[in-house]
């Protein structure tokens, strides 16, 4: 099978492109193992292809159509579809946002559909597509009511791939992503890059600013479990998602308090001293949008997990990507 | 002030334009009424202009980008979006529902924003974005989950009018209506067309046959209620609306068997027994997917209203519809 993963140059397009190459297959939409013959990754910038002949790179924009109707042809049996501009960008430049995280996203989805053989397709969703005046805890139908332009396009993007699969068009499901920490690399212009930041940059040695209050909750995987939950939801027999694809991922609820004192007993008060908090109003009206947490029973019955605690989370980041 | 109303042909854009020339002013986004000097009808046909010098009528596409930014100049300060193919033509035909259902409400949002002066809007949704598994009584809070493509693309304006709104683009609302019956005319392609022919056929004197079982439960609202929801709802001040633009408009819950038992009730048993109940899975098939019943508490607390009971529904339309 041919397999393709859109942001494949991202991290966590890297990362999930290793984990498939060395595990070698993916179900089809059968349930049935199928060989991965080629894994293509298409990004604006030109992905690593791990020197394996099995990777082909495509440095190209998801937005242009022939682009996208040229690389769907019937032997893509599945698809992950990571590219996004995210949350900080997307609200500071609509335009971007819009095309980038929604018509790209559409135009994925009718190139499927006008090659007609349904593949599977993986779209990554966030905690972003819900905000407002929330329960304490979010639940499976808990109104989406996104608060940022990134959250909007993501839930419009979850109503089109459980359209198209209602339709028969594609084989959807969506897996809605906790914030995502530890990235490795340099921080970006998410309004959550801080949940990486001040883990990350003390670890290397380097200063980080906080913009986020302790109390502050947010809801965490780390790059290891989304990649698990990514290859485990694609896996995932259609029959099992019932008449809604979007899934909340696992996670774990934890402060930015709590996330400093984490890091202070891995690494002790000096590396933890090297974070100052100067809470930006800017990042809290975005972040303290999102729920805090949210109830995960049901991917739980699927078979989808998250870390254990944060101090696991940090251990991991050491242990995969500090030394890298 | 100039005010359009898209899909003005149509039996709500008529009935709404008649009321608001008879009424003569809107109030604005300070809460200022404001006289109507001029008001637009564009529709795909040209709409009746009841031989008043304040109607303009215009015959177009409101899928064709030019139309619509030569369309919408600053003086338009108010925007009534009604255009839409309805349920079962959007299911039969995903192109043109997504064109006219989701591509022009696109469009009408980029030429108010590019316009620049944010100028009122009024978005009519639909029981449509709720389905598959529901609660007995579908909150404000229920999460959306549409099983049409039209229901599909509601809910995907809802989104972008909200966020268009958070943005500062428009100053929007979005009003989710019940099914309206009973509806003057021919029947539609609507999946809930029946809700108005098996009372407007036998009391023309014509049969109709029913293509639901007779416990199906529907939510409706008359024309005449549905008409002074659209106005109230363009009347109030954003400041009420709070983070989520989109309001649950108040309507009755009834069965499809009592329906038919009101009209026994008010017309006699030789105008009901023009029915023939003949359940079309198709149509029941739809239907079904949507909420027999929702709370509109936070619409009945901004004082939008519903029609008391069934029988007044079928009383004024034998006042407003019938010998007309």
Redesign the interface.
Known sequence: MKVLITGGAGFLGQKLAKQLLARGSLKDSDGVDQKIDQLLLIDVVEANDFGDQRVKVIAGDISNPELMQQLITTEIQSIFHLAAIVSGQAEAD?DLGMRINLDAARLLLEACRSAGHKPKIVFTSSVAVY???L?EMVL????????S?YG?QK??CE??L??YT??GFVDGRVLRLPTISVRPGAPNKAASSFASGIIREPLNGKPSICPASPDLRIWLLSPRYAIESLIAGHDLHSSVL???KSINLPGISVTVGQMIESLRKISGDQVAARISVEPDSKVEAIVRSWPGAWDASRAKSLGLKADPNFESIIKAYIEDDLKS
């Open positions: 609509f905000g407002g005046t329960p499976d139908t808990t109104a989406l009511n996104p608060q332009s909007a839930a419009i109503l089109l459980n359209d209602r339709k019932g008449l809604n």
